[in-house]
């Protein structure tokens, strides 16, 4: 299959998704626009694919290394908005700051601090979502339930911060019908901060679902998805 086939395939997924989320009730409506997000996941992915899928019209880019973000930004033509989605060392932010226009996994108080002094020193404002570890696996980095209101306190206070909302990598399953209820426990924390915390915050991403998954996800509330295999194939490592 080609990516502009695959790409087509996964828009009438999503539009189809999102038909179900509005009759459920569960879409998440801001500012009365009803959309759903698509990040092309690039990692691992040569230039010319990247490329290809940005002049099919996807404008957002999704990498999980600082060094490939920096690498392939001024080889891919078309300004793409390049958004982090993997682990973020404190040692790295210096080096995307300003690169980026969304960090998704933003994972521990140390990178807030680190976030925040960094984006001060540049003079600018980085937004950012919360990394939710909503099954508590112990390979997986976030926060649990219990620390993420501290945390959005936190990451609230911080002038050269915006927290946009929160993203979850939910776990690896055969059925995807298995990881259901995590994204509707995403979709009541996401909630229920948005009612709570009024504050220097702008909760209007929930970024959850992957190639395996994103169906399930939208209908359950997400409204960012982040996809790589079912655009461009199986990855090769090497
Ligand atoms: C690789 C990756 C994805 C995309 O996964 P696919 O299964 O290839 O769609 C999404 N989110 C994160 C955080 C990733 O690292």
Do not use: C
């Not at 940005?54 to 490939?68: F, K, P, R």
């Not at 019908?177 to 948005?194: G, T």
């Not at 991403?205 to 169906?215: Q, R």
Request: proline share 2%; charged share 25%.
């Amino acid at each position: 299959m080609s990516i502009e086939n695959n790409l087509r395939e996964i828009q009438k997924r999503i539009e189809l998704a999102l038909e179900t989320s509005v009759q459920k009730g569960t879409e998440i409506n801001m500012n009365g626009e009803r959309n759903v997000s698509l990040v092309g996941v690039t990692k691992t992915i040569d230039t010319a694919r990247v490329q290809e899928l940005v002049n099919l019209g996807v404008t957002i880019l999704g990498e999980n290394q600082t060094q490939e973000i920096l690498r392939k930004v001024p080889l891919i033509s078309g300004a793409p908005s390049w958004h982090m989605i993997g682990h973020l060392q404190t040692n790295k932010v210096k080096s995307i700051i300003g690169k980026v226009k969304l960090i998704h996994s933003v994972d521990s108080i140390r990178l807030v601090d680190e976030l925040q002094k960094q984006a001060q020193n540049a003079a600018l404002v980085i937004e950012i979502l919360l990394e939710v570890n909503i099954a508590n696996e112990a390979t997986k980095h976030g926060f649990s339930e219990q620390e993420l209101r501290e945390a959005v306190k936190y990451a609230a206070e911080k002038p050269n911060i915006k927290l946009n909302g929160l993203m979850t990598v939910a776990p690896y399953v055969e059925n995807p019908e298995s990881n259901r209820i995590y994204f509707k426990k995403m979709r009541e924390l996401f909630i229920d901060i948005n009612k709570e915390f009024i504050n220097n915050i702008n909760m209007q991403n929930l970024s959850m679902g992957m190639t395996n998954d994103y169906a399930v996800a939208i209908e359950e509330g997400s409204n960012m998805v982040r996809i790589g295999t079912g655009l461009f194939g199986e990855r090769f490592y090497i």
